[in-house]
DNA sequence: TCGTTCAAGGAAAACGATTTCCCTGACGCT
DNA sequence: AGCGTCAGGGAAATCGTTTTCCTTGAACGA
């Protein structure tokens, strides 16, 4: 059989027996038409699995319903939940998203952005873990741009960024407010962006990698310091789980004895640890979300300028618990 | 100062002094044209920032040079390198993807392809964990579809599925070339269909759930039992490190008393495990490589039908080693 | 010199919607 | 009866490209 063509506003205004723009109104609720004709066409498109072209009408309407979401880095555990985010404050609005994974190399970066802008989409999200700032994209007037996770480096732009140091902050008040008073901290490397802001909070740091192995080895640098300390701040959850290990393996009791905390509330390895670690929580659904809606808005008219912070919250588990008496 | 208007084709041709039609065929490559005529066209769409309209060009020539991605459940740490290897395979062809996520949730999975549909994507690429199959999706006439990671339920689907059972069988050829033939297996739910294959080449096989607090239970189990066993191959990552968490504790000696060995080689925990755990790659970054490029294919006129297997191989770590003569 | 052929490029018809006019009756009012 | 108003719906312009025809001159061979 010769493959039924797909179906056009055509063949339903001509199935309806109507003029294929009163076919259009009646499909969008415009203009004014008796409600007889609205079900005949209605049910006209229905019959032939009538689907709107959707090139064809943002051609007309110069709105695409589609946003670009470009990942700097390559696109990771981080972007996953932000994403979800975005997905979810655009589905809402029946918008879809381009997914671009720069994979730190400029030249993809501006191909991406090439293509974005050439297919005109109503907006682009520029994520990435990198560093803390990033200089800013260059896409043209009139197309929207907001920057999630990491800001642009011109404060004139729209930028959403986890609040790192107030997550720092509530950790530090948490263990404070236990009773721990010999606070230690040890994180990823000192280069590291967001390992200088989380460590911003506290007096005493190790920097060394992200890795559970430095957490381990950071355990034991500490103890073999002979310093008294009551508490581990660690700077991600990968390196607590070290350090808990490493502690309790040297025979120390963790809570009881030290107190440990992650950061990132990584479930598989925040609740696996033994025991499982009070983290801070960056939220990054809810920050995918939040620039998501900042774009939205900025579509809309509205642009926001400046760079919003995003809570993040502490996730108590076994791992932080009050000194005993 | 007003809004410059984005430059049309149009804008190009009157600047080069030539005909629309004439300023296509420059930019495109198409027809007979002077040498100088197609500079002096490309200089000025340069001049101008000129980028075609994507949306005004599929629609002539009937390709959006889109893909739909459909996630079943949730994205996460699965589809991702699929995802990448999807992205890396398409952009050669210079085709981006639409990504959605229909979170289990019927409803939503037909909303999304109904939006994909209607923007007319050149082909869809179905993804997702759950179960070994799932119905086919509807994407009427002329759209190629792709199952990645879960087959469809119709065999004349085409479909690309990891080996997981030869997988399995990798591990099970490499301990007992160790010389290890007391062999149990630890794996997941047995509902679940990864398990089960996972598990069909074991003789002992051990059910729970796919994590690490299984792991060492299932660790105690098998030393409660009393039996004598010198490998315990494991359903993923997770409950390998529980397994060699508690063997270790318990005094027992790995890789040299028992050897352990993870399935997924999820770096995060496969290298971060004590030790480093002997793990199955399903190589999702290949598998979703050779989705898109079977999608290429079905796009190209040439769909190919039926469930293709994507090979994985072994990643050898400390966590197995043969045993002490 | 007179067709032929061919390169070069212009004109216009698609592609599939939306949207702006405009036309036609029916109705109400004086 | 005459006039204005308004609902209902048709016709056609429009969006920005690509592609198919045509129309030119110029070169060329007989």
Redo the contacts with the bound molecule.
Sequence with gaps: MPRP???????V?ALA?????????A??G?????A???TRVRQAAEQLG????A???S????RTYTVGMITTDTIGRFSIPMLIGVEDALGAGRISVLLCDARDDPIRERHHLDVLLSRRVDGIIVTGRRAGTRPPIDAGPGVPVVYAFLASADPADCSVVPDEAGGAQAVLDHLTALGRSRIVHVTGPAHHHSARVRASVFPDSLYGAWSESWGRQAAAILLARGQHFDAVACGNDQIARGVTDALREAGHRVPHDVAVTGFDNWAVIAEASRPPLTSVDMDLAGLGRAAANLLLQAIAGNPATGTHTHPAHLVIRDSTVAVSP
Aim: no cysteine; glycine share 8%.
């Design positions: 063509r797909i179906a056009t506003i055509r063949d205004a027996g109507v003029a294929v723009g009163t076919a259009s109104k499909l969008n415009q203009g004014s038409l008796r007889e004709t609205i009538f689907v709107a072209n090139a064809a009408r051609l007309q309407t110069r």
